[in-house]
């Protein structure tokens, strides 16, 4: 399973240890690229600028816990570009080292969102939660340990890789659990408009004065173009300035996405375009 001696190019880098939440992204979205696990996102992003993997897998946002810690941060500093998005459901599965049961665990090992996120079953079976820094990571601790009494919450694929019994499947108090990843490469790779629909993404900071973000986001209104995401974060430590990232629908080279953004520009004093990508079918969903 190590990506040593393997090729850069054909490396995905992602944040985390095999059987991650984000090693399951890199296999449904890119499953002839070979997983290349990095301990921080600031590591995965780094591999990628690097030129250490051909391609990074990136969690952005989660419907439940909302915004990545961290990503807006990387993304801006970074020289990467986004090429694609993916939609990951997330199913928590109870898992045990072989020969345990519901009925004789006594603690479960996970990342705290992962057990909030069981919270209702984990009550049930009064059983100890454990925090851990990710989810892999503890299904790992436990299938070393070997201790029956010893559970973990994970990923079928964290299952897989460390021979765990899966005790119960989709243990998650609520069905609705979805991470939003980006596909990261070092260069541009822009479909062509008549592909079909697509994302554009970038960041952008206006003047510290009064209606400056209305002024600016004037000309998505006058164009009819969709924003579907808009997130502040301060830039420093001073609070004065901030930056936003915004997900838009829409083509870069759209003439109405061109005015919005010609509009735009007259009010920003940063702007930086991170790529135009397929949209995915998961928004279309009814």
Same mark, same amino acid.
């Given at each position: ?8 190019? &054909? ?22 690229? $070979? #997983?290349?696990?990095?301990? &921080? ?20 946002? /989660?419907?439940?816990?909302? %915004? ?66 990710? &989810? ?7 299938? $070393?340990?070997? =201790? ?7 990923? +079928?694929?964290?299952? $897989? ?11 998650? =108090? ?15 790779? &822009? ?8 994302? +554009? ?8 004065? #009064? ?11 006058? /164009? ?12 420093? !430590? ?8 915004? !997900? ?10 061109? %005015?919005?953004? $010609? ?5 920003? +004093?940063?702007? %930086?375009?991170?790529?135009?990508? #397929?949209?995915?079918?998961?928004? !279309?969903? +009814?």
């Amino acid at each position: 399973m190590s990506a040593a001696n393997s090729e850069p190019k &054909t490396l995905i880098a992602f944040q985390g240890t095999y059987g991650a939440y984000s090693h399951l992204a890199c296999r449904e979205v890119l499953p002839a690229l $070979e #997983p290349y696990p990095c301990a &921080t996102f600031e590591d995965a992003f780094q591999a990628l600028s690097e030129g250490k993997a051909g391609r990074a897998m990136i969690p952005v946002e /989660n419907s439940l816990a909302g %915004r990545v810690a961290d990503i807006h941060h990387l993304l801006p500093e970074s020289d990467l570009y986004i090429i694609g998005e993916h939609f990951q459901r997330v199913n928590h599965q109870l898992m045990a080292p072989k020969g345990g049961t519901l009925a004789g665990l006594r603690e479960v090992h996970s990342h705290i969102q992962a057990l909030s996120q069981c919270r209702k079953t984990l009550r049930s079976l009064g059983v100890r939660p454990v925090v851990h820094a990710d &989810t892999a990571g503890a299904c790992q601790m436990v299938a $070393e340990r070997g =201790d029956p009494a010893q559970g973990a919450i994970g990923s +079928t694929l964290a299952a $897989e890789t460390y021979g765990l019994d899966i005790l119960k499947p989709n243990t998650q =108090d609520r069905d609705n659990n979805i991470t939003r990843f980006l596909v990261m490469a070092r260069e541009r790779i &822009t479909p062509h408009p008549k592909d079909g629909p697509c994302m +554009t993404s970038f960041v952008f900071g206006v003047r510290s004065v #009064p209606a400056a973000l209305y002024k600016a986001l004037g000309g998505f209104a006058t /164009n009819a173009v969709n924003i579907t995401k808009l997130e502040s974060y301060f830039v420093d !430590d001073s609070f004065s300035q901030a930056q936003f990232y915004a !997900d838009i629908e829409g083509h870069q080279d759209d003439p109405a996405v061109q %005015r919005a953004f $010609e509009e735009l520009k007259f009010f920003c +004093t940063v702007f %930086r375009l991170f790529g135009t990508y #397929p949209r995915h079918p998961f928004r !279309d969903r +009814t």
